[in-house]
């Protein structure tokens, strides 16, 4: 007999551990800087940065990038969450974002991204 119940995992799409130099560029216009990704998939990352908190309505759009190499530019975003990891004199934070709609280049780059620039992927729980 087949079961009725399905399975829905917590997240539509595995994760990766980023390697060292994986790099968002967070497009906030004069003020950009890019961050360390911590994970990745085809759905969104998270990033880790020092300082304040970054202002959810200034970013708009984020790049990857590989070291100083741009390997997929404006990706539309929306901010999922943002908060800070350690207590230090200057505070540590991991910022999450989802990935809106991608054009199909977009994405290939983006597969490709994930193919040659993660380590291990991480549990789905």
């Known amino acids: 007999m087949e079961s009725r119940i399905k399975y829905s995992p917590v997240r539509s799409?595995?994760?990766f551990k980023a390697t060292?130099?994986?790099l968002v560029l967070v497009n906030r216009?004069?003020?950009s800087l890019p961050y360390h990704i911590m994970d990745i998939s085809e759905g969104g990352l998270s990033f880790?940065?020092?300082g304040q908190k970054l202002n959810r309505a200034e970013i708009r759009?984020?790049?990857l990038y590989h070291n100083?190499?741009?390997?997929?530019?404006?990706?539309?975003?929306?901010?999922i969450s943002d908060y800070r990891l350690r207590d230090n004199m200057v505070p540590i934070r991991r910022g999450s974002i989802r990935f809106e709609e991608l054009e199909p280049a977009q994405l290939s780059k983006l597969e490709k991204f994930i193919q040659h620039?993660?380590?291990a992927p991480l549990p789905i729980a």
């Open 68 to 79: 100083d190499q741009l390997i997929v530019d404006d990706i539309p975003i929306k901010t």
């Open 29 to 31: 216009g004069p003020e």
């Open 13 to 15: 799409y595995q994760r």
């Open 20 to 22: 060292d130099r994986a």
């Open 48 to 50: 880790r940065y020092l």
């Open 61 to 63: 759009k984020v790049s």
């Open 117 to 119: 620039f993660t380590e």
